[in-house]
């Protein structure tokens, strides 16, 4: 049961360029988009997110574009830095239940080479 | 930034045994959740806590796991006979606001807890 999907494991940027971080999803119901981004022995810190209602989010140097009828975002970065280097993980907030708990894809590791 | 915390950060421990993960979560929140992470696979909900009961769980979260809130602010995650394939960073979170989920559905995580089982 793969409702959110990152196929890409890994991306490697070179600073300065854009990184773009792709993720599709299964369920039409997830009303809220988000992307974390890990570092190794810490907890994933939030990213930027987006509402199923919007197709842009932009924050600094983050933008999330949402494209409904594919069921796919994406993630972009740019300019990507050295310390962008993490792993990027895209979850959705499902609709129904009192908790309405985050489903997480696999996560791809982004490399932002100096 | 609100702070969750997390303890013990390792934990090594044999097949069989029982293990507790304690978190802190943000205080005055109503809502709490436990994920997991095995080595290398996506981050997987376990459980929510509402109001000092479990509000939702996944399949994960089977009779042998089981979470408390001993003192009314400290929450546990307890494996009552550990497997090998329970090994994974263990992660304790609270939503932004304190009545719950709403919003953008971002949660702030704790740092985590490794266990491993020998």
């Known amino acids: 049961d793969q409702q959110v999907k990152q196929n890409s494991p890994s991306l490697s940027v070179q600073e300065g360029r854009i990184s773009i971080l792709n993720c599709d999803y299964t369920?039409?119901?997830?009303?809220?988009f988000l992307w974390y981004k890990k570092y190794p022995a810490e907890g994933p810190t939030f990213l930027i997110s987006i509402s199923s209602i919007k197709d842009k989010n932009e924050d600094g140097r983050f933008t999330v574009f949402l494209n409904k009828s594919a069921k796919h975002l994406s993630l972009h970065i740019v300019p990507s830095q050295p310390g962008d280097s993490a792993v990027y993980f895209c979850a959705a907030r499902g609709d129904s239940g009192s908790a309405r708990q985050l489903t997480f894809g696999s996560g791809t590791q982004l490399t932002v080479l100096p | 930034e609100p702070e969750v915390t997390q303890t013990p950060s390792h934990q090594v421990t044999q097949m069989g045994q029982e293990v507790i993960l304690r978190c802190v979560p943000i205080s005055n929140h109503l809502y709490f959740y436990w994920y997991r992470q095995i080595l290398g696979q996506k981050v997987e909900f376990l459980v929510s806590?509402?109001?000092?009961?479990?509000?939702?769980k996944s399949e994960i979260f089977d009779d042998q796991f089981s979470v408390e809130r001993p003192d009314g602010s400290n929450f546990t995650l307890k494996i009552r006979s550990t497997k090998l394939e329970d090994s994974a960073m263990y992660f304790c979170?609270?939503?932004?606001?304190?009545?719950?989920?709403?919003?953008?559905?971002?949660?702030?995580f704790g740092e985590g807890s490794r266990l491993t089982v020998l």
């Open positions: 806590f509402y109001n000092n009961e479990i509000s939702e």
């Open positions: 369920n039409s119901m997830f009303d809220y």
């Open positions: 979170a609270s939503p932004r606001r304190p009545s719950g989920p709403a919003g953008t559905g971002e949660l702030f």
